[in-house]
């Protein structure tokens, strides 16, 4: 079901600052003049606004153009990228958003060339949200590498409800973790312990479990592991606890048969290129079950059905399915 808080809007942001995190990882802060009212889970789709030619390619000699040639219709990136919006606060006169990227490819590599005071073409917000639960008083989020910017402003608006959180942050190694660690406070190897340890999660009083892969950082071992592990210590009801998930696929699933196992609820936010962002081109699609459907499942849209999926509907092994649908 389509849960838009407000209509999507297209405008300039200017860019307030864009700092590294951690050796892949930077946050980029964006002024707008105005934007929808907007919930954790939701997320906007990045592009170079027009008329910056840093978005565009130059063309070599190779390509039969004079150096100081541009080539108008190869914009590069050409489609816009998708990013969860990681903070967001509203001015008398603007609004901030924070987006936390991973440097990976042409647009990511584009974003962390911007400045203060450079420009970007915004699209948002866009997709639903992460549902509240009135009923459950704890509230767990698990997030893996580039899944913590919805995490963060999860977390602060968590806070708002008097929720009882918990942060679990894994990542391959520590030069990967794009969290400010607290000088006093170390994150612990035990994975039953949370502590206060990160200043982005300290800030809204939610502790966190760390881990890395490597062990060079917290628990020694991957987020699932931690999360198993500070169950078993510290049992919560299922019918108190909802656990929220964003990271690599494998991880959420991991999380997801975690939680289906104990009657947990579980809230995805699952990542799809997306050529869109708004239902239009069919590219962002995730296999869902539906007992309706002749086959037990169909697409939806992750741009405009999602990004958020309850765990118990996804179906994870695509493969076994995606091959008969037409
Ligand atoms: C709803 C939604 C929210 C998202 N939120 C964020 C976010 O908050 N922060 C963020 O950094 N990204 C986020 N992403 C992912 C982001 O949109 C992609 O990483 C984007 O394609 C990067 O564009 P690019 O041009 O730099 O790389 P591309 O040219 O698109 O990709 C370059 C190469 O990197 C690989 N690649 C793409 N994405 C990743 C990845 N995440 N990790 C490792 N390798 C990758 C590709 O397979 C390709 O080989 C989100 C995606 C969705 C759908
Ligand atoms: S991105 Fe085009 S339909 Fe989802």
Not at 162 to 171: M, N, P, S
Not at 221 to 247: K, M, R
Not at 254 to 265: K, L, N, T
Not at 283 to 310: A, E
Request: include cysteine; aromatic fraction near 8%; proline fraction near 5%.
């Amino acid at each position: 079901m389509q849960e838009f808080n407000d209509i999507p809007v297209l405008q300039t942001a200017t860019v307030i600052a864009n700092d590294r995190l951690c050796r892949e990882h930077l946050r980029i802060i964006l002024r707008l003049d105005s934007f929808a009212t907007a919930s954790p889970g939701q997320f906007v789709h990045i592009s170079p606004a027009q008329g910056d030619h840093r978005g565009y390619h130059r063309l070599d000699d190779t390509e039969g153009g004079a150096s100081d040639a541009w080539r108008a219709d190869c914009f590069d990136p050409l489609l816009r990228r998708a990013f969860s919006i990681a903070g967001l606060r509203r001015r008398s006169d603007s609004v901030e958003i924070d987006l936390i990227y991973r440097e990976v490819g042409t647009a990511t590599n584009w974003m962390a060339s911007l400045g203060h005071g450079d420009t970007a073409s915004v699209l948002g917000p866009l997709g639903n949200l992460f549902p509240i639960s009135n009923r459950k008083r704890a509230a767990w989020m698990v997030a893996g590498g580039v899944g913590l910017p919805p995490m963060l402003w999860l977390a602060a608006a968590l806070a708002d409800h008097d929720r009882k959180t918990v942060a679990f942050c894994g990542a391959q190694t520590r030069d990967l973790l794009a969290l400010t660690m607290d000088r006093d406070q170390s994150p612990s190897p035990d994975a039953s312990l949370a502590t206060c340890c990160a200043a982005e999660f300290a800030r809204v009083n939610t502790p966190v479990v760390l881990s890395t892969d490597d062990g060079s950082l917290g628990f020694h071992g991957h987020i699932g592991q931690a999360l198993s592990c500070y169950h078993e210590s510290n049992p919560t009801p299922a019918d108190d606890l909802v656990v929220y998930t964003c990271g690599p696929e494998r991880m959420m699933r991991f999380v997801s048969d975690f939680c289906g196992e104990r009657g947990i609820e579980c809230k995805v936010c699952m990542e799809r290129a997306m050529a869109c962002g708004t239902g239009t081109c069919q590219s962002c699609v995730v296999p869902i079950h539906d007992d309706d459907d002749r086959d037990g499942w169909r697409y939806r849209l992750c741009c405009t059905d999602g990004p958020v999926f309850d765990s118990r509907d996804i179906v994870w092994e695509p493969s076994s399915c995606v091959a008969g649908k037409g």
